[in-house]
Each structure stands twice: as C-alpha cells, then as structure tokens.
C-alpha cells in the first residue's frame, strides 16, 4: 500500500478464494475529527509500519498521528481510525439457530471490504456454538478445502437446553455469547465506554478481523499457540501483547510483545478462566497467517490474512470441559503404543552405526531404562530420505541391528524430512524419480516444481493434500521399511523450511532479497486495483518480516488450485496424516509418529516435540507450560529435548533435566551436532543415578499413564495438566506452571534452579501423600519450602485416587509381563477409587481389558481394596499377576497388618499409615475380581 486512498471501486480477483469473482473495491476508512482520540494506547493498529513514517504521510493516508512518551517500542505513532464495520440488516431463526444478514458500514482499513456478510450460528451441542461468516458473492477459501475431516459439517439442527445464549447488536454490528447469567463468553460489539474499545468486524481480501471482550476480572487467558512463554499469555504493556501464528523453523525465542516469535505450529484458541473459576475457550478454525492481540484490559483481536471467521465458543465451565469440547472438534489424540511410553534416546552426531550401537549397549551396562533408539539425519547418504550411507551405515548392517533392538524388546525410529533431493539425476533415486512421474510437487507460480533447498541441497516439496501423494508416500516407507524394519517416523522440518527465502535458484541461491524494513514494502492501489497483487506481499503482515522467509513463496500453488498462502500451517498436518496411513499400511500396527509442525487435529495421527530449546535452566523451567500448552490443545503425547537441544549441558542441568524428563507423556534426550555428549551415561555417576531412580518411577507408573492417553483418546482429557485443571476454584493454581499433575492423581514438583537445597511447591486444596513413603503431607491450599537432594523429585499423591502400577523394568516389553500393582491414597472420606486400562499396547481396535478399583478404611486400621473387572477381552491380562499394593492414610500404626486376599492370608508392614502389602505369591490374576481386607 503506498499511502493513497484507493481512488475508484473496480474489480478483483481474491488470491484467497477457492473460485474468485469479482467484487466492488471500497475506498479505505477515513480519520474524522475526535475519533483519534478515542483510541488508547493499546488499541492502536499501525497504519505506516514500514520505515519514514511522518505526520504528513500518516494523514495522507487517511490515519491517526499522535506521538506516544511511553516506555515501550512497540506502539505506533500513525494508526488506524475507528472502523464500525457491518449494521445487521436483518435476522431470522433457523433449525440450526439462527442467521443474519450484514451490510457494511464502515470500511477496513485496507479496502476491499465485502459489501455484505451472512452469519450463521449452529448451536452445535449444549456447550458449543458455531459461528460462521461468508462472503455470500464471493466463495473464499475455507479449512475444510484443504482437510475435510478437520472438522465436522455445521450443524443442521440446534441443540437442546444450551448452556448459552447468543445475541446481537444490530448497529455497529456485534455478535455475544453469554452464559445464563450474563457473564461474556464471547462478544464481537465495539464496547462504547470503558477501559476496552476496538473495531467492530473486518471482513477485506487479505485482512479479516474479528475481536471480543474478555471479562475484567482479574481472570486468566491461556493457549494461541505455538510460542516459548510462561503458561499464562501477558496481557500488560502500553501496547498489549501479539502472538503471530506462522509455522516456522525458528529455534525457541520467548514471546515478544510484539510477535514475530512463532514458532513450528498454529492453534489460534484460546482458553480464559474467570476469577470464579470457570472457564470458557474460542477457537477461529482458520489456516492463514495471523496475529492475534491481546489486549490491556480485556480484548483479544484475531488478525488474519485470509479465509473466513469460523468461531467456535466452547462454554465449559471447567478448563476439563473446554480441552473435551475443543478436541470434541477437532478430534481426540491417537492411542500411543505401549513401547513409545518408555524413555527414548537420540542425538545429531552419531556419525556412524557404531556410534549408535555403542549407545545402546551403554544405557544397558548402565542399567538405565530405554525402549526407543532414534537416529537423525547422520544415517542418510548424502541427508537424502530412504538412503543410508553405504560406509558409516551399511544397509546390512542397519537393519540387523534394528532386529536385534527387536529381538530385546526395543524399538527404532529415525528422522524423515519432506524435501526429496532432484539434483540425483534420472534414475538414480527412486522417490524423487516416483514423485516426479505421480506429479505431486508445490508448484511455483509459473506451474514448475517450487524449489528449495534443505539438507541434501536443492529439492521439491512434496504436497500432502494431493491425493496421489499418500500412495506415493506409502511405497517409499514400505520400500524403506524393508530394508530397516522401524516403528515410528520422526518428520522434521516441515513447516515447510526452506534454506532460501521462497524459492532457490538453480544454484541454491534466493530469487527474492528479503526487505530491510520491519514489513515488506505494500502492493500499490494501482496494482490492486489491476488485480494483480501478490499473495507474498499482503497489505498486512503478521510478525512483522516476510512471511515466505524460511519456507516456500506463498504464491506457490497446491493441489485443487489452493494457494499455499492459505494452507501454508497445515503441511506439517498433512505429512502427519500422510505417515500415520502410510505406517499403517505398511506395519499394520500402532507407531509412533512425531511432528515438528502441528495444527489443530494432528493429535490425531501423533505427537509433537517442542523444537530446538538449548541447554539452560531457562529452556528447562519453559519446557513445562509448553508441554502443558499442547495438551491443551489436545496433543497429549509432547515433551522436548531433555537436557536440551542447542549448546553444552552441564551435569546439574541433564540431571535435574532427567528427573523432570521422565515425566513428560514424550520422554526423549536428544541434542545437536557438535556438542557435549548428553546420554544420562555420559556426565558421569550422579546424572546415571539420577536417571535411574526418576525412570523407575515413570516404568512404575507406566499402567496408570497408559489408562491416562486412552482417556485422551476416548474422550478428550489432558495427559499433563496444570494444577487449575483440577483446582479451577483456587485463584493461586491458576498461576502456576512450575509444578504440574499427571491426570487427576499424581503432582510433579521438579527442581528447575541451579544450586537449589529446597524449593517452593504449591499443595492445593486436597489431601496430599509423598509418593515414596506414603506419609502425608501437611498443606493444603498453601506452599511450602521443600528440600531437596541431588536425587531426590518430589511426587506426591492426591488423596481420594487410585493409581495402576507395574514392577519396573529396562524395557517396557520386559515390565509388562512382572507383577501388577496398585497405590491407593485415601481422601477425606477414607475412600479412593481408581482404574485401569490394559490392551496388547500395539493393535488397533485392540481387545481390552478394564479394572476399577475402590479402597476404603471402614473404621480405625480395618479397611479393604477392591479390583473390579469390568471389561475382559485382553488375553495378556490373564497372565498378569497381582504383586504389591500399597495402601496410604490409613490410621493403622507402624505394626503388622494382617492381610486376607481371595482366599489368602498374609502380613504386611505399615509406616505413618501407609500400607505396603506383598500379593505375588498367591498368584492372583489380574483379570479376576479380588478383594484383599487389612486389619491390625
């Protein structure tokens, strides 16, 4: 944009439809006298972001000048004059609720508004409801274009009894979802007093904005994903907050006020938990680059480069609720295999299958637990995909040591990137030589394969929307697979990165030189007005910089003529759902897939590590809330590179790294090229001690995790959780991100401070046990000083839960077949219930078999423990016995406790009121009901 209103309406052809047509050009909105005044600091959108702006030019352009004297950079000067955006015209009720119809008021900011607007509200269920804007003239690009399944079809008939009510303005047009009460859960009306004010709706070409108010309540707001920041997203400064939504290969920077920090994957959604505890989520199922700002003092503004609004409001009231609505949507995560739930172990720099091997057998002298050994891209011919190096790892070789990982009861994944090299030559590499016959290439704009460049040199991308694609994507894993039989894939890079900036030249060199300015330089009016603008090169640009630096043009064409400008944060879904079918093709099992770019509903076929951190307490403390944050959005098997990526460990930071490592759901070491070596052998007998005490208690552990992601799966829980999920009611929960829970029942409590002898943990409102003695604890809803040794991770118990164990193991195959167990904590009430899940860890559709357990203390040291089965078609669970349970918060003193199992009797010890009882001599199956009483 070069600052000059756009003089005529004509005609243009939107780069963001699917079929465009013509639509009428509106001149740009107009500063009139005593609007700039009613624009806070905050709520300054800049109208001159590129460099030289001055009072002249700003008003030129028709926008706001006031200086600003405050302390923060980010805050423009020349900015945007209030916009009312769309009058309703009309309304009607419709079997799916209902429907209105807008006419613009006020022009955007950009020109080219749409003239008119229909919204459409389904109430989906009784908690969520969908609102749609369309162009009714012009058929714009929509997610579901490019992914069908992503979410299901609008609704055709509204629910019953909703927990909301839904409203709107007529002039200056808003849309309000409340709760019974009148509490917003939603509301797009531009507020006419207060400390908030933002526009009403812009819907233009390559600009659409929607806000809402969020309440004034000294609540929380949580999620617009995926960034490197505490759990709870900042809403202070002079100018608010911005969260760029771009996948990006981009390291882990923390969050800026000013966005322009994404990272590998886009969740534009929200969750806020009111200051009465509940909560509520929004989530706009959109594809293109945004930003969205939030604002100080109660407004979050959704600013993207295309498609249209499709709002979902999820009304809760738990932040349990919204994480179950949400995925409700979007879809559950995928039910992991056993094996991947085990510690796993990589580094870039195993240059030789050697290296590898000696790895393996190191973590076994040192009896340190390990099921998985992952290989990055060292294992590669010359970094090319489904190649192996014919001298450092002959493919004879590489697969017998594959086998023989097999023949221990481990597993091996290795690394995959989308690029496939074309500079190989005819005939002299099979998947680029298929793909190129299949004709599944990203196209640039002149119809030819886009070129990039990634580690083996110059390559094309491959685009996982075309339907030939996954045909071709299966043969090359089968083809490879039977070389070197793996289990899972690892694909990386996929946002897609490129080493150039949009496309290479044919000697990997940029076509295009990025701009110095803070923003690409704007398309003229003349050109717009021509038609003739450039999807690289919006009037608006999230972040900040271009947004083709590091990955392809976005004028680069996709299958069905979709513009990879709108489906850019999908590729890495759709190289997940393509290698999801492919190893199931091929393996015919369950397998592990982990991505680096995610979108909402990659849980579905996978999991996400969290990128490249570095080695310091920083990357340590912030790998919790970024674990948290995707199980938020549903993904629930997550963690990141333990002891971190970039840069040289020390022995501190990887041991007190390990024992927070071997509770995240993805419990992987892995670190870079060219630094200290980080295995938990290889920092000497402290960090090998400190490993295997913290991963016997994960393999303990890991009956009651497994029965956790198949809660996930099934219906939609988190994995890891911040304590507010569970103590929603409690304001000081709400905060904190230090400490987190494994589903309802077990709290972890790590040392994230160098030097620490003691740290702060939080104990909320329950009663609470230490995991290893059983003894309980003495807070509730208060901190406490903990100390802490070099060994020593704090875990304690929540009373009134039963949590599944097994008798640990080096490898998961070998734990499952020991004894099974059981800790029972009891609450308040001297009761605790639990369950378990058990299948053959691997099978889809699995048989299962289900156990509920109940324990209860009757009256003063004389209680029992009950195992129900309630499903029993896992056959493995026949020969699984039952070993040690453990009893906590029972009155019984430090005495014998007499012990009658089915039938048997026994004694067992008690200490501080916690139980310990030794069933595995009387040979009790787990598939049959027992009921084991304890007396003094």
């Avoid at 059981?822 to 609450?827: F, P, T």
Wanted: charged share 20%; glycine share 8%; aromatic share 10%.
């Amino acid at each position: 944009m070069t600052g000059k209103a756009l003089a005529a309406a004509t005609l243009l052809l939107l780069a963001s439809a699917v079929s465009a047509v013509p639509m009428p050009l509106l001149h740009r909105r107009q500063a009139r006298d005593g609007q700039c005044d009613t624009v806070t600091d905050p709520q300054r959108l800049d109208c001159y972001p590129e460099q030289g702006a001055s009072q002249d030019a700003c008003e030129a352009r028709g926008c706001c000048w006031k200086p600003y004297d405050g302390n923060q950079d980010n805050v423009p000067w020349c900015f945007y004059a209030p916009a009312a955006g769309y009058e309703q015209s009309s309304s009607s009720k419709t079997s799916y609720g209902m429907q209105a119809k807008l006419t613009l008021r006020s022009p955007g900011p950009f020109g080219l508004d749409a003239t008119s607007l229909v919204m459409d509200v389904h109430e989906e269920t009784a908690d969520t409801v969908r609102i749609r804007f369309t162009n009714p003239d012009q058929q714009r690009f929509e997610v579901s274009d490019a992914i069908p399944d992503i979410a299901a079809s609008p609704s055709s008939q509204a629910a019953d009894d909703t927990l909301y009510k839904v409203s709107t303005t007529i002039s200056d047009f808003g849309v309000a979802v409340t709760r019974e009460d009148g509490s917003v859960l939603f509301n797009s009306t531009p507020p006419e007093s207060g400390n908030v004010r933002f526009d009403g709706l812009v819907f233009e070409d390559q600009y659409i904005s929607i806000s809402t108010q969020i309440p004034q309540d000294n609540g929380n707001l949580y999620g617009l994903g995926e960034h490197s920041n505490p759990l709870i997203l900042p809403q202070s400064g002079d100018a608010g907050q911005v969260y760029t939504l771009l996948a990006k290969d981009e390291g882990t920077p923390q969050h800026n006020p000013r966005g322009g920090t994404e990272l590998y994957g886009s969740y534009p959604f929200f969750m806020y938990l009111d200051s009465q505890g509940r909560a509520h989520g929004v989530f706009l199922l959109n594809s293109n680059i945004m930003d969205v700002q939030v604002q100080t003092g109660g407004a979050v503004q959704f600013r993207s480069t295309g498609g249209i609004i499709d709002l979902y409001v999820f009304a809760g009231p738990t932040p349990a609720d919204v994480t179950r609505q949400f995925t409700a949507v979007v879809g559950r995560s995928y039910m992991p295999p056993y094996w991947s739930l085990g510690f796993q172990l990589c580094r870039w720099g195993y240059d030789t299958l050697q290296e590898t091997e000696d790895a393996v057998r190191k973590m076994r002298e040192a009896q340190i637990p390990q099921d998985v050994q992952w290989n990055d891209i060292d294992y590669m011919e010359k970094y090319l995909d489904f190649t192996s190096d014919r001298k450092r790892y002959p493919i004879a070789d590489y697969g017998k040591f594959v086998d023989e990982l097999h023949e221990n009861g481990q597993h091996y994944v290795m690394i995959l990137d989308p690029g496939i090299s074309n500079i190989q030559g005819e005939g002299r590499y099979k998947p680029y030589d298929d793909g190129s016959k299949a004709d599944i290439w990203i196209k640039n704009k002149q119809g030819n394969p886009l070129l990039g460049k990634v580690w083996p040199g110059l390559v094309n991308y491959p685009d996982f929307l075309n339907s030939k694609s996954a045909q071709w994507w299966t043969d090359q894993v089968k083809d490879w697979h039977d070389k070197v039989a793996f289990d899972g894939l690892w694909i990386d890079m996929n946002e897609p990165s490129n080493f150039c900036d949009g496309e290479c030249d044919q000697s990997g060199s940029n076509t295009s030189t990025l701009r110095s300015k803070r923003y690409p330089s704007r398309v003229s009016a003349t050109a717009r007005a021509r038609g003739s603008f450039d999807p690289n090169d919006p009037p608006y640009v999230p972040g900040g910089s271009s947004i083709f630096e590091k990955t392809a043009y976005m004028d680069s064409t996709q299958a069905n003529g979709l513009l990879h400008y709108d489906v850019h944060n999908l590729y890495g879904l759709s190289e997940m759902r393509a290698t999801a079918a492919a190893l199931k093709t091929v393996r015919g099992k369950r397998s592990l897939v982990i991505s680096r770019s995610t979108f909402p509903s990659s849980s579905i076929h996978g999991g996400h590590w969290l990128g490249d951190n570095t080695a310091n307490w920083d990357d340590l403390y912030l790998s919790i809330p970024g674990t948290l944050m995707m199980n938020m959005f549903g993904v629930s098997q997550v963690g990141p590179d333990i002891c971190g990526f970039g840069g040289d460990t020390t022995e501190e930071l990887c041991l007190r790294w390990m024992q927070l490592g071997a509770f995240y759901p993805f419990s992987r070491n892995h670190n870079t090229q060219g630094a200290k070596s980080q295995e938990p052998y290889a920092l000497g007998d402290h960090v090998a001690e400190a490993s295997r005490r913290a991963l016997k208690e994960r393999y303990t552990l890991l009956p009651y995790l497994y029965t956790l992601f198949e809660r996930s799966h099934q219906l939609g829980d988190t994995v890891a959780r911040p304590l507010f999920y569970e103590f929603n009611y409690e304001p000081a929960a709400a905060t904190i991100d230090r400490q987190f829970l494994w589903g309802s029942a077990l709290m972890i409590a790590p040392v994230l401070e160098q030097g620490a002898s003691q740290i702060q943990v939080y104990f909320p409102e329950a009663k609470w046990y230490d995991w290893y003695s059983g003894s309980a604890v003495n807070h509730r809803g208060q901190s406490a000083s903990i100390p802490v040794g070099m060994f020593d991770l704090p875990l304690y118990v929540r009373g009134g839960f039963v949590l599944p164990t097994q008798e640990p193991a080096l490898t998961t195959t070998a734990a499952r077949k020991l004894p099974f167990g059981a800790v029972a904590a009891l609450g308040d009430d001297s009761k605790a219930v639990g369950e378990a899940y058990l299948d053959d860890g691997e099978s889809f559709d699995a048989a299962a078999t289900r156990v509920t357990f109940t324990a209860t203390e009757e009256s003063s040291c004389n209680g029992q423990f009950l195992s129900n089965v309630t499903e029993d078609n896992y056959k493995g669970a026949k020969q699984t016995i039952w070993g040690t349970i453990r009893i906590f918060g029972t009155a019984c003193a430090n005495k014998d406790i007499i012990i009658e199992a089915s039938g048997h009797k026994t004694t067992a010890s008690s200490q501080d009121g916690a139980i310990t009882m030794d069933l595995s001599s009387f040979k009790l199956p787990l598939n049959k009901e027992i009921e084991v009483s304890f007396s003094a």
